[in-house]
């Protein structure tokens, strides 16, 4: 039985946000579906961010929920304690686990949500066979460690792939996407068959937070629905 349709999420990144006042930066995006956190240790990826003792503080004073992005190396060991800190949802790297189907269960059964992310380079095809061990599949459409990059195109098939393998398989998984993501190549994603969207300058970088995200909403669900409508016999 294919799956029912999956609304247009926005998740703000912030990467993009003002370190210093995250608590007020979070308040800004209270009308997003969750709030994007970006983890980097400097090994994994060559950039460092925030470690568990600060999530677990975001975690405590957001009004949205948090769905957070391991672009770290042993994930296999920290990512458990970040679905274990409460956070709604937890995605690791798959090019960094060496047990992912295990870890999908682990951050299942502590509570959160199992997302497992794709870098560019990295191709979907060896891994459908975990749909149902997944709640969300991130397609990278820039390489992981650093905002502001452009979206990468080459990225369409391998979303549209991905978004094949889902409804062929009767299981309910988000297609994520993180990158690149503004008013134009929000469309072009969820054409695709994306419906989950990292934003970070597109939202951070708007005199108004909160009316970006309403905007970017309205262009994807349009934009995913026109996908997902049946088409003509």
Known sequence: MPVSPLKCC?????????????????ARVSNADAVHVDVMDNHFVPNLTIGLPVVERLQKVSPVPLDAHLMIANVDRWAPQFAGAGLSSVTFHVEASDAPIKLARE?????????MALRPATPVEPYLDMLPELDMLLIMTVEPGFGGQAFLDVMLPKIRRARAAVEGSGVD?????????????????????????????????????????????????????????????
Do not use: C, M, W
Not at 108 to 113: D, E, I, L, Q, T
Not at 191 to 207: C, L, M, R, T
């Open 107 to 115: 951050l299942r059964a502590r509570g959160a949500k199992a997302g």
């Open 173 to 233: 998984v988000a297609i994520q996407v993180d990158g690149g993501i503004t008013e134009e190549t929000i469309t072009r994603a969820a054409e695709a068959g994306a419906n989950v969207f990292v934003a970070g300058s597109a939202v951070y970088g708007k005199p108004s937070p909160s009316d970006a995200i309403e905007s970017l909403r309205a262009n994807g669900q349009l934009a995913f629905a026109h996908n997902t409508a049946p088409q003509p016999a």
């Open 10 to 26: 926005i998740n703000p990144s912030i990467l993009s946000a003002d370190f210093v006042n995250l608590e007020a930066e979070l």
